[in-house]
């Protein structure tokens, strides 16, 4: 079946540095999302982006959808410790309403 | 704000148990998902709905079921737990088929001994 590659698998940063993850797969996605899981919760929906090449900030994330539709990543500028979390990429394909595959999850940990 | 609530947040059974997981959602969505979350693995999808009565298999539906008799409620079933099936269960549902965003509920913690 389909899969993702998402890395780094877990990544330990200074607060005030910026971070970079991304996920990559051998088939075509439609729509990427990336997702925030704080401990002991569901994940959170941070980005959707639905055309090859698009760039799209929240605040201080940023994702972009890579042009092969095979790829994207997320940034994060200016970390806090609030950042804290895993971070999962997934892939939609059109019309399966939310029939996802998901990356193995990025863990970010913050040093204040 | 959609809301999706599990029943249980920590649940330990047996081997061999019939285990019920029961979700429920607050806004209409037509579509409802049942994920589990492994460390390393990240989330696989065991079973999904996109409509009442209708239930389609995931990547992994073995030592699975699902029930979905009303439009806000999907529920998991174990028909005889084991071990290997210790993990977060993690329910989801999605307004409809043209759209990918899934919201999550806050997920269940099984173990199995």
């Known amino acids: 079946g389909q899969q993702l590659n998402q890395s780094p698998q877990s990544m330990f940063i200074q607060e005030g540095e910026d971070v970079s993850m991304n996920c990559t797969s051998s088939?075509?996605?439609?729509?990427w999302l990336w997702y925030k899981q704080d401990p002991g919760e569901g994940p959170v929906l941070l980005i959707a982006?639905?055309?090859?090449?698009e760039l799209t900030s929240n605040g201080r994330l940023t994702a972009q959808f890579g042009i092969t539709r095979k790829d994207s990543f997320l940034n994060i500028s200016a970390s806090i410790p609030s950042d804290v979390g895993i971070y999962f990429c997934?892939?939609?394909?059109?019309?399966?309403?939310?029939?996802?595959?998901f990356g193995q999850g990025t863990e970010l940990s913050v040093k204040p | 704000d959609v809301k999706v609530t599990q029943s249980s947040r920590y649940l330990v059974k047996r081997t061999g148990e019939k285990v019920f997981l029961e979700c429920v959602q607050d806004?209409?969505?037509?579509?409802m998902f049942w994920y589990r979350q492994d460390p390393g693995l990240g989330l696989r999808l065991i079973y999904f709905?996109?409509?009442?009565?209708?239930?389609e298999k995931g990547d992994i539906p073995e030592g699975y079921s699902v029930s979905r008799e009303k439009k806000e409620r999907f529920s998991l079933i174990l028909e005889s737990a084991s071990t290997n099936q210790t993990s977060m269960y993690l329910c989801?549902?999605?307004?409809?088929?043209?759209?990918?965003?899934?919201?999550f509920g806050s997920g269940t913690q099984l173990s199995v001994l």
């Open positions: 989801a549902s999605s307004l409809d088929r043209g759209n990918e965003k899934l919201f």
């Open positions: 088939s075509i996605f439609n729509t």
């Open positions: 982006l639905y055309k090859a090449g």
């Open positions: 997934a892939g939609g394909i059109y019309n399966q309403g939310g029939k996802l595959i």
């Open positions: 806004m209409d969505h037509e579509n």
């Open positions: 709905s996109y409509d009442v009565k209708m239930k």
